[in-house]
């Protein structure tokens, strides 16, 4: 019998179900892995706001890696809130047991608000995107970690390669935040910058849409599926659990993405 491939999440438990760790393991499900998760923070969240975040110790954290590295065939690792410089240090840590490390650095609450101080961006890019097959900061997160203002598809390449001077041996600025017709987001990867475009729904259930790209990502990965190959399914996955939920009203705010079946992408 065909085992599935493990992977791994590290990140942030959303109680309101939509992002975080939840929306991994949903992600990972339905592209065929096993899903395992080290919890890095607890929220108080919902649909429409963060209320509160509560830390786990950076040693709980390393106690969870070493129980999953010690018995689980991780194949791909993705991270997601990890809160702290020094949570970002001890993953960073380990980095030479996490193979196919997708970093979606979150850095920014959905209202643009940064959430942590700047020694946890500085930690980042010193620790973990050198290592990093991929990186997925969202336009606000990019600006946050280059510099550049981000408005137009050429801002979008050009942070891109910016962002690829750090080590990442590959980098997604996701353009999902930009209203417009199509829903943009620019590729670096050996040198050369492409774009993954996808028509923008229009809807407010997109809670984890973040989260949910670079799962599924590390899923692919974790499957043998070539980076840039990987990048694409993840894009029309995306779109799909984007389209699936679209009229889901679940929460007075910002709602979760639905359940795509094989054939919607
Ligand atoms: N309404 C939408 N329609 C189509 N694609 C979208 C939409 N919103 C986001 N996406 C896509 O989803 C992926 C995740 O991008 P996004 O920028 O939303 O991530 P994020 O900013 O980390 O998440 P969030 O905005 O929820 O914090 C990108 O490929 C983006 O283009
Ligand atoms: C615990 C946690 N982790 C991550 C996000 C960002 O989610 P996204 O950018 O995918 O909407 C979140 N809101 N909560």
């Not at 108080?44 to 969870?64: D, G, H, L, T, Y």
């Not at 959905?110 to 700047?118: E, M, N, Y």
Request: with cysteine; net charge negative.
């Amino acid at each position: 019998m065909t085992q599935p491939v493990t992977v791994l999440t590290i990140a942030g438990s959303d109680s309101g179900g939509g992002a975080g760790l939840q929306a991994d393991l949903k992600a990972f499900a339905l592209n065929g892995v096993f899903g395992t998760s080290v919890v890095t923070v607890l929220t108080a969240q919902n649909s429409a706001e963060i209320r509160a975040i509560e830390k786990v110790p950076a040693a709980f954290v390393q106690s969870q890696l070493d129980a999953v590295l010690a018995d689980l065939p991780v194949a791909a690792v993705k991270t997601g809130m990890l809160a702290s410089e020094e949570t970002v240090r001890t993953v960073a840590a380990n980095v030479a047991r996490l193979p196919n490390l997708v970093v979606d650095p979150v850095l920014v609450s959905s209202d643009g608000a940064k959430l942590f101080p700047s020694t946890v961006d500085r930690a980042y890019v010193e620790g973990l995107f050198p290592h990093a097959a991929v990186i997925t900061p969202n336009i606000r997160e990019a600006t946050i970690l280059t510099g550049r203002e981000i408005r137009t598809d050429d801002d979008l390449a050009a942070a891109a390669t910016d962002l690829g001077r750090t080590g990442a041996r590959c980098v997604v600025v996701k353009g999902g935040g930009r209203p417009g017709g199509e829903a943009v987001d620019a590729v670096w990867h050996d040198g050369t910058v492409r774009f993954l475009r996808s028509p923008w729904v229009a809807t407010r259930n997109n809670h984890g849409t973040g989260c949910t790209f670079a799962a599924t990502t590390a899923a692919l990965l974790a499957r043998r599926v070539p980076v840039q190959d990987a990048l694409d399914e993840a894009k029309r996955y995306v779109q799909a659990a984007i389209e699936r939920g679209a009229a889901w009203q679940i929460g007075a705010g910002h709602g979760p993405l639905g359940w795509p079946t094989a054939e919607d992408h």
